[in-house]
């Protein structure tokens, strides 16, 4: 644990320094203009509801209401393994651009369900959901609030947001004429269901939102927020650039930036292990391609090389930056020179991971996604589930004998229907003797004429590329919204294997180009360890919720956010050897965490933010 005392204490006076000079959170790029100032907002004033079964009434462009039904205060509910009780509070639902579409003929509308608490806080809490949204039949998307973090000690309704969740404007369940396989993805067929999905839901929602609250409580809200992770986090991003007046503050878990490019990369990923997959029925079978072994020697040599370079050998490997340079596949893993030899990884695994790490590739090497950091969560379950399948309660691993896994689901047609213009037939995924499988494997990610390309088309009825729909217009332009004194936190898991980290750090890099105090409206929080919006070896225990509001309403900028570690009974895949409730700061990127040299490793007092 002492090792790097004396580096530590080194960068520790370099703390002190950049408190009296007034941050360190990055020089501005030479040039940059000064902006104006970001003005302050008050602070929402909270009301009580004294309208529910009236609002059934209340008419507002394209909108059917469904019900409006007061839920009594006690009501139980369960959200990914977390109980919750509520508060008294009005639950609506209706329906927005309500159509049938002639592209395919299947009926759409935008579904949404608010929960009005009668003792209301003052503000609108915007809930964008994860995966391909398309459903409101789960806790986890019903308008309770997520606060996002692992395991949350309570929702957003319960803190007195009144709060609004969408299926974002088509049911996944809904089109019983292509197989069960598609079923959530093939929406994007239509160009309106796709637009509405990429966006424009957002643009539809909230201003009948507000002018709803409005008639509930006899005002409007005073602050507006949206807090989403994974793809909700990837909504925020587009929101912030896209539609900058509809908030004050949004959190953004780790997002779907780039999310087409992202489900290039899983593409590339499949394609990668299948080369060394063993096969099954002549195929590979990608589940089997790296064992529980080889990803835990990668974990400990990462470790090795990469723990203390944050001042404490402690698990978690803070400067991810550092690594990058200390830690080498190449050179720290050995590769084995023969079947039976252990502690190793073969040649082939060794170019095979660094072929994944490094991210899809066009003909000419350029970088179609981005590279990924070796880090110690990849030995975890979650690690393995995304890039192998194998989903607990979904359909197995991936290979050729079950090519209907959650990743070739989710990667396989998102890409075929919702990200690639023209979009597939369904015919060629799930017709006769074709399988979602053989379309990932048989994909062309680049040469003349590539399948990846049709990311970037253009035309064929579709308002925008795809990949212009699905990610922010101009992403380090935030002007509009920093003017008005909006907020923003972004946080992302360094082992998070959906969307790697190194392409949000990029996006924030860019945001100085244009913002050159850009840590004056938003932040980023790198999470060490943590996987896809929490879980794995990490301290994933936060709220950010908290922190948006007091920044947006009080000028509290987010100095440090307070992160706790969980118990194996709340998150299987933490290190079990870390005793529990142990706390660490997440610092604004692109400072780190770092240990004093003295004090308890297990409290976040004794570390700081450089
Ligand atoms: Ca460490």
């Known amino acids: 644990m002492q090792k790097n005392r004396n580096k530590t204490l080194v960068v520790a ?6 408190t009296f000079v007034g941050g ?10 000064a902006e104006p100032a970001v003005p302050q907002l008050t602070v929402a004033s909270g009301a009580v509801r004294e309208k529910c079964a009236e609002l059934l009434d209340f008419s507002h462009t394209s909108l059917r209401m469904l019900s409006a039904e007061t839920i009594p205060h006690g009501k139980q509910v369960s959200i990914d393994g977390v109980a919750y009780q509520l508060p008294e509070h009005c639950y609506v639902r209706g329906r927005m651009n309500e159509r049938t579409s002639p592209v395919d003929g299947q009926g759409y509308a935008i579904r949404f369900e608010m929960s009005l608490p009668k003792d209301w806080n003052g503000r609108l809490f915007f809930q964008p959901n994860g995966g391909v949204e398309g459903s409101l039949a789960v806790p986890m998307v019903q308008a309770y609030g997520r606060t996002l973090g692992g395991s949350p000690v309570d929702t957003a309704l319960q803190r007195g947001f009144a709060v609004v969740t969408t299926d974002s404007g088509h049911d996944g369940s809904a089109n019983t004429s292509v197989a069960p396989a598609i079923r959530q993805q093939v929406f994007g067929i239509d160009p309106q269901a796709r637009t509405e999905n990429a966006h424009g839901y957002v643009a539809v929602v909230t201003p009948m939102a507000k002018k709803l609250i409005a008639a509930a409580y006899g005002k409007a809200p005073d602050r507006s927020y949206m807090v989403g992770t994974s793809n909700g986090g990837r909504v925020g991003m587009v929101t912030a650039a896209r539609y900058p007046a509809l908030f004050d503050g949004i959190v953004s878990g780790p997002p779907a930036f780039n999310l087409p490019k992202a489900v290039l990369a899983a593409i590339w990923n499949a394609q990668a292990m299948a080369a060394i997959a063993p096969l099954v029925d002549g195929k590979a079978d990608i589940s089997r391609s790296f064992s529980q072994a080889d990803m835990d020697l990668v974990a400990n040599r990462v470790l090795e090389r990469c723990d203390a370079l944050d001042g404490l050998d402690d698990g978690l490997v803070f400067d991810i930056q550092a690594c990058r340079q200390a830690f080498s596949l190449k050179d720290d893993v050995p590769t084995c020179s023969s079947a039976l030899e252990t502690n ?14 490094q991210g899809p590739k066009d003909r000419h090497g350029n970088a179609l996604y981005a590279e990924w950091p070796f880090d110690p969560g990849m030995r975890a379950l979650g690690w393995r589930q995304w890039q192998m399948g194998d989903f607990a309660n979904a359909q197995g691993p991936a290979s050729a004998s079950n090519p209907t896994s959650r990743i070739m689901t989710l ?3 998102g890409m075929a229907f919702m990200f690639s213009n023209p979009p597939q037939s369904p015919d060629v995924l799930t017709g006769q003797g074709t399988t979602i499988f053989d379309y990932v494997m048989g994909f062309r990610m680049n040469g003349e004429g590539a399948d990846a390309l049709k990311i970037f088309a253009t035309g064929n009825g579709y308002a ?3 990949y212009d729909e699905y990610t922010p217009p101009h992403p380090d332009d935030l002007a509009a919204f920093r003017q008005r004194g909006a907020k923003m936190i972004v946080y992302h898991g360094t082992a998070d294997p959906v969307f790697s980290v190194n392409d949000t750090i990029r996006w924030y890099e860019a945001l100085a180009k244009n913002h050159r105090n850009r840590a004056e409206f938003v932040r980023l929080f790198v999470v060490p360890g943590m996987l896809h919006s929490y879980g794995g070896p990490a301290a994933d225990k936060f709220d950010m919720v908290t922190a948006i509001v007091d920044w947006v309403e009080k000028g ?3 100095q440090r956010i307070v992160a706790s570690t969980r ?9 079990p050897t870390w005793p529990e409730g142990r706390t660490r700061p997440l610092c604004p990127y692109p400072q780190i965490a770092r240990y004093l040299g003295e004090g308890s490793i297990e409290t976040e007092t004794s570390f700081v933010c450089l």
């Not at 360190?24 to 203009?33: D, E, F, L, Y």
């Open 13 to 18: 006076a370099g703390a002190l320094l950049c």
């Open 24 to 33: 360190c959170a990055g020089r501005p790029p030479a040039g940059a203009g």
């Open 344 to 357: 190793c990884l073969t040649a082939a695994k060794k170019n095979t991971l660094d072929k994944m790490m």
């Open 411 to 413: 990667t396989g047609p």
């Open 464 to 466: 925008e590329a795809p």
């Open 556 to 558: 509290i900028a987010p």
């Open 567 to 575: 118990p194996v009974r709340e998150n299987s895949e933490t290190n």
